[in-house]
């Protein structure tokens, strides 16, 4: 897993044994969450990368689909309920070449507001663009539905 492996000094780890637990956790996450922030999934492929951000929208009320941006590398979701976030935006940069293509696209505009989450699954790929008050969530999977969480919280905006 690269450089990255020096962040997890002083993480949270959480293990969950179903789908639900994960979408539970990120949900009650989202529930707290009171400013912009970046999170960088990192995990394989199947990790649950995808179904944390969706447990993390339904936390902020959003009801809508959300899958993996694989093809279309960015999706933004309107946040209807929640009085500081106002939008998520979800990159996938599975497929991207280079970190200067999510700049063409303006992923990069969404960064620093304080009224967006931002989630990146692959985040490896783009790890060059990622600022210091990044967040970290690595999962792993262990057994059939059992997923290791690490989450490592970069300073407020
Ligand atoms: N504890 C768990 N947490 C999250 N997902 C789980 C868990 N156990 C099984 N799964 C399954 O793992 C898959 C994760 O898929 P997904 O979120 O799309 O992965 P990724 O985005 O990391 O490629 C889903 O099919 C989900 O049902
Ligand atoms: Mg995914």
Known sequence: MSGLAVIYLKMKKIITTSEKETLEFAGNMAEK????????????????????????????????????????????????KNPQIKQVCHIDAYRLKSAADLEAIGALEYFKRKDTVVFVEWAERISKLLLKNTSYIHIESQKENTRVLKIKKGPKK
Request: no cysteine.
């Open 33 to 80: 969450i009171k400013t912009g922030k970046v999170f960088a999934l990192l995990g394989d492929l199947g990790a649950g990368k995808t179904v944390f951000v969706r447990g993390f929208l339904r936390g902020l009320g959003y009801k809508g689909r959300v899958n993996s941006p694989t093809f279309v590398i960015m999706k933004i979701y309107d946040i209807k």
